[in-house]
Each structure stands twice: as C-alpha cells, then as structure tokens.
C-alpha cells in the first residue's frame, strides 16, 4: 500500500508564498507522475501542475498559476513541491497531491490521492 501526505497548507495574504510538499511512503517501486491538484467550495476538482518523474519529464500548469507556481521534485525522498508565489484570493482551495505510483515492476501504476491541505488566501 502506497500513502501521500501533504504538509505546508495555512492562511497568507494575498501576494504572499507558500510552499506544499507532498511525501509518498509504502510499496514504491516506481513514480510515475505527480501532480497537484484542488477543489475550492462549490467548484470542480481541478490540475493545477503536473510532472513525470524520469529525466524526460514534461511538466504542465494550469493557465491561471503559469508563472506564480513552481512544481518540482526530490526522486531520492520520494517528495514533490508546489511552490506558490503571488497568490491571490482565487487560489484559496483545497489542494491535493496525486501519483500514478507502480508498487511491482511488472505491474501497471495504480492512483493515488493525498487527503488534502487547506490554503486560504485572504485579500
């Protein structure tokens, strides 16, 4: 069994940073992508950055965080990044880390979710 744990939410105000981690534990053979995810009230789930893992990684952001937000990961801990610069009020969501994570070489990656972390971006 594979668990994510997401750490770094909390309350800021508008133009300031806040960084999420994100720290997969268990049966990993392998991580295939990562990617944050969020929900604000009342809205759909929504991609807000993605990234494969291997040194050909391609990595995408949704438009509204392009050049504020930086996702970035650390292979030997298993732990991905969402470094998040001049946020505004509209970022303020749940954000949920998620991995396609192979636990057996020979086996297809399974999905995983992270249980979520608030960040309330006041105006």
């Known amino acids: 069994q594979v668990q994510l744990v997401e750490t770094g939410g909390g309350l800021v105000q508008a133009g300031e940073s806040l960084t999420l981690s994100c720290a997969a534990s268990?049966?990993?053979?392998?991580?295939?992508?990562m990617a944050w995810y969020r929900q604000a009230p009342g809205k759909q789930r929504e991609l807000v950055a993605v990234?494969?893992?291997?040194?050909?990684?391609?990595?995408n952001y949704a438009d509204s965080v392009k050049g504020r937000f930086t996702i970035s990961t650390d292979n030997f801990k298993n732990s991905m990044y969402l470094q998040m610069n001049r946020l505004k009020p509209e970022d303020t969501a749940v954000y949920y880390c998620?991995?396609?994570?192979?636990?057996?070489?020979?086996?297809?990656?399974?999905?995983?979710w992270g249980q979520g972390t608030q960040v309330t971006v006041s105006s």
């Open positions: 268990g049966r990993i053979s392998r991580i295939e992508t």
């Open positions: 990234t494969g893992v291997d040194k050909a990684s391609i990595t």
């Open positions: 998620n991995a396609m994570i192979k636990s057996s070489i020979v086996l297809p990656p399974d999905e995983y």
